[in-house]
């Protein structure tokens, strides 16, 4: 049985509570703050039957090792996902749902994992995967700035990403690493097949190995003076176009 995590913020814990409130073991909640969000929040979370327990801003600051907790934290029990990568896209395949993946090559800033999980979640994407050196993993902070959404992606630590490309390959998933140099365009390419995105850090970008790996490199297109983007405003991009690309409709 794994150990209790804790989690906070209004998102954070507020999609918890929606998605998974068996899962939630106590909120802490600051007993001085009666604006109207806490209000709603805590009527919420009593409806969902969660236990509350009112606490000042430094415990909750303790607990949650962070003083941008908004008043709110919860000690939660892991919920279930996929236990692993073969679980999930044999599921997937199971349902004939075409797999939309984001790769991220050497993202070990938590903020940052935690905005690309946000935007996994809001594009749909099935998973994130990332190597289980050179990464963050998931804590206190990447949930708080994923905003609940580090409950509903799966996050996928490996420990070879270049030999975890070649294996989705195999199952016919499609590579497409992003890079400043590539000469075709997002927007040139076919975003509607099987599909895993693979972007690098800030400034370094992929590995060479795993560059080398992908099936094809494409840019995104920059019209300013800047020459690259925030690798979570990148994969927002990404995945925003192959939504786009796999809808009928216009976004």
Same mark, same amino acid.
């Given at each position: 049985m794994s150990s209790p995590k804790v989690i906070f913020g209004f998102h954070a814990v507020g999609v918890r509570i929606k998605t998974a409130p068996a899962s939630v073991l106590e909120v802490l909640f600051d007993a001085s703050r009666r604006d109207a969000r806490m209000k709603q929040f805590i009527a919420r979370a009593q409806e969902a039957g969660v236990r509350l327990v009112e606490a000042d801003a430094l415990r909750i600051a303790k607990l949650a090792g962070s003083h941008g907790h908004q008043g709110v934290a919860a000690r939660v029990s892991p919920t279930q996902q996929s236990h692993s990568l073969d679980e999930l896209l044999e599921g997937l395949e199971a349902t004939g749902t075409v797999p939309l993946l984001l790769v991220l090559d050497g993202v070990t800033d938590p903020h940052n994992l935690g905005a690309c999980l946000r935007v996994a979640d809001g594009a749909g994407a099935h998973a994130v995967i990332a190597p289980k050196d050179h990464a963050a993993g998931i804590n206190a902070t990447?949930?708080?700035?994923?905003?609940?959404?580090?409950?509903?992606?799966?996050?996928?630590?490996?420990?070879?990403?270049?030999?975890?490309?070649?294996?989705?390959?195999?199952?016919?998933?499609?590579?497409?690493?992003?890079?400043?140099?590539?000469?075709?365009?997002?927007?040139?390419?076919?975003?509607?097949?099987?599909?895993?995105? /693979?972007?690098? @850090?800030? #400034? $370094?970008?992929?590995?060479?190995?795993? !560059?080398?790996?992908?099936?094809?490199? &494409?840019?995104?297109?920059?019209?300013?003076?800047?020459?690259?983007?925030? /690798?979570?405003? @990148?994969? #927002? $991009?990404?995945?925003?176009?192959?939504? !786009?690309?796999?809808?009928?409709?216009? &976004?």
């Open positions: 990447v949930a708080k700035v994923a905003s609940g959404a580090a409950d509903t992606v799966p996050y996928f630590m490996v420990t070879n990403l270049a030999r975890t490309l070649n294996e989705l390959k195999e199952r016919d998933i499609w590579c497409v690493g992003t890079s400043d140099d590539a000469s075709g365009t997002l927007y040139q390419c076919d975003l509607k097949r099987p599909l895993a995105l /693979v972007l690098g @850090a800030e #400034g $370094v970008g992929m590995r060479q190995l795993t !560059r080398k790996t992908c099936d094809e490199l &494409i840019s995104i297109p920059m019209a300013g003076a800047v020459e690259s983007l925030n /690798v979570s405003v @990148a994969s #927002g $991009v990404c995945l925003y176009e192959a939504m !786009r690309q796999r809808q009928s409709i216009s &976004i």
